[in-house]
């Protein structure tokens, strides 16, 4: 009987909620049916010894983005969203970028550009607010978010994009009108500034003196400051890339005080350290590693699993910020060679973001089934604006599913990775459980690591509010 379009036979289907064998019936590029014992479809999938998950939510990418002052980026859409259909992700969220003196309208039109036929994924925008006049955001962030671009970050250091206070608090405040969600980078300028030029004078320039720039203090100053304001003007924000306990700290904080705020991670804070960017002997390698916040250590790493566990975090990102390492253009760029400061800040991970945090989550015990399908995509849909679509195995959802072998060792390693970079930081580092397919909207458009996908098939994604933001009660306002 041709039911379905697609049935995906004898696997375990994992939610945020439940663990259960069942086959699932999908037609129409949605989900129609969870249950045991489905009709038979069109095209079935064996997918006994498979776990059944919804396919990854990457909330926090960067693709084309002339972003963090440096040369390009490594990754345009085609690549970027290749590289995550290859890592089990169904749905990135890129950023749209407004440069001083434009509009943001002008910045969303640019992204649509570059992304309009060359995605393997669906896609949706967050702004980046670099220039808040009052039409901005007056005007234009409104009907943004009445047009589906529905949350935005801001950032409190980088010369291009700081925002001081009382910018920040004015673009809290309109978010907390249009119910914008506020997204924020934590680290405070004017200290990095300082840390900065003391390190150059001492002649300390290599690429692990990026670290010592902005140690955790820098990161906790700025969260504390960022919780205040939305304390202040009574709207909730997301701190993002959330490197160690500092910062950790200080969300849990508020969030004691019942203040709503959000939390995210990513993959390099529970798998990298600052010891990375020294490179083999505080060589030009270490600039494969530099992104900010810096990775920490092995405490950190802990203090991150901990917030993990009593859900400080809600997201589990990869901050895909890639760069070549090689070349004129590359990470270690003439200027570059010069300072860690001109080092652009960001690394590659969409492929891998998934792969480690099972491997070193689930595998070992860390956290569950459960909470890794929150971390990496139900709770991304949900705070973005894209519950009820994406995000879950139930009937009515978007069919995107990543089925993954759960025993499958692999050894990362740049030549499998399907990215625009020429290096991954992850380099030679084993991992435990992998993607075996990846199926958007009810094709699969990856097996075995081999791209099936036509580029272009992934689409726009309009979002709607999200649930988290808006104004909360008992704002001072
Ligand atoms: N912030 C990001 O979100 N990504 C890369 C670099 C940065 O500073
Ligand atoms: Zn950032
Ligand atoms: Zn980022």
Redesign the pocket.
């Known amino acids: 009987m041709d039911d379905f379009d697609l049935v995906i036979r004898g696997g375990t289907v994992v939610t945020a909620a439940d663990t259960a064998r069942a086959d699932v019936g999908i037609r129409d590029g949605r989900i129609a049916a969870v249950g045991l014992d489905l009709p038979g479809g069109r095209r079935t999938i064996d997918a006994d010894g498979l776990l059944v998950m919804p396919g990854g939510i990457d909330s926090h990418v960067?693709l084309a983005q002339p972003a963090?002052g440096g040369p390009a980026m490594a990754d345009g859409f085609e690549s970027g969203t290749r590289s995550a259909i290859a890592g089990g992700n169904t749905t990135v969220l890129p950023f749209a970028l407004q440069a001083r003196g434009t509009s943001l309208r002008e910045a969303v039109a640019a992204y649509h550009h570059e992304a309009d036929g060359q995605s393997y994924c669906d896609y949706g925008f967050h702004l980046i607010v670099t220039d808040p006049t009052p039409a901005v955001l007056g005007q234009e962030l409104p009907a943004l978010v009445e047009d589906g671009y529905s949350s935005l970050k801001v950032f409190m250091t980088y010369d291009d994009m700081v925002l001081n206070d009382r910018e920040l608090l004015e673009v809290f405040d309109a978010a907390g009108d249009c119910g914008a969600l506020v997204m924020v980078?934590c680290e405070g300028y004017d200290a990095i500034r300082f840390m900065t030029e003391r390190l150059e004078r001492a002649g300390k320039t290599a690429p692990y003196y990026h670290a010592v720039s902005r140690p955790e203090p820098v990161e906790r100053e700025a969260a504390h400051r960022a919780i205040t304001h939305s304390e202040i003007t009574g709207v909730p924000i997301m701190i993002?890339?959330v490197s160690g306990r500092e910062a950790m700290e200080q969300i849990r904080w508020a969030r004691g005080r019942g203040l709503r705020i959000l939390g995210e991670t990513c993959a390099q804070y529970v798998s990298l350290t600052a010891d990375d960017l020294k490179g083999l002997n505080m060589d030009e390698t270490g600039g494969k590693y530099v992104?900010?916040p810096p990775p920490r250590d092995r405490e950190s790493w802990e203090a991150i699993w901990n917030g993990i566990a009593t859900g400080v975090f809600q997201t589990f990102s990869s901050?895909h910020?890639p760069f070549f390492f090689e070349g004129p253009l590359g990470k270690m760029n003439p200027k570059a060679r010069t300072s860690f400061r001109w080092v652009p800040?960001?690394i590659p991970g969409v492929e891998v973001r998934m792969p480690i945090l099972f491997s070193e989550g689930v595998v070992k015990a860390r956290i569950s089934l459960q909470e890794f399908v929150a971390l990496t995509s139900t709770n991304h849909a949900r705070i973005y604006g894209l519950g009820g679509r994406k995000g879950s195995i139930a009937p009515g959802h978007d069919a995107d599913i990543v089925l993954w072998d759960p025993e499958r060792r692999v050894t990362i390693s740049q030549e499998i990775m399907h990215h625009g970079a020429d290096y991954t930081p992850w380099e030679g580092f084993e991992v435990t459980g992998w993607p075996q397919a990846t199926i958007l909207r009810g094709e699969v458009v990856m097996r075995e690591g081999e791209i099936l996908g036509a580029r272009g098939s992934g689409g726009f994604l309009r979002r709607d509010r999200s649930p988290m933001a808006g104004r909360a009660r008992g704002a001072f306002a």
């Open positions: 960067h963090f980078h993002v890339h992104c900010s901050d910020c800040n960001g």
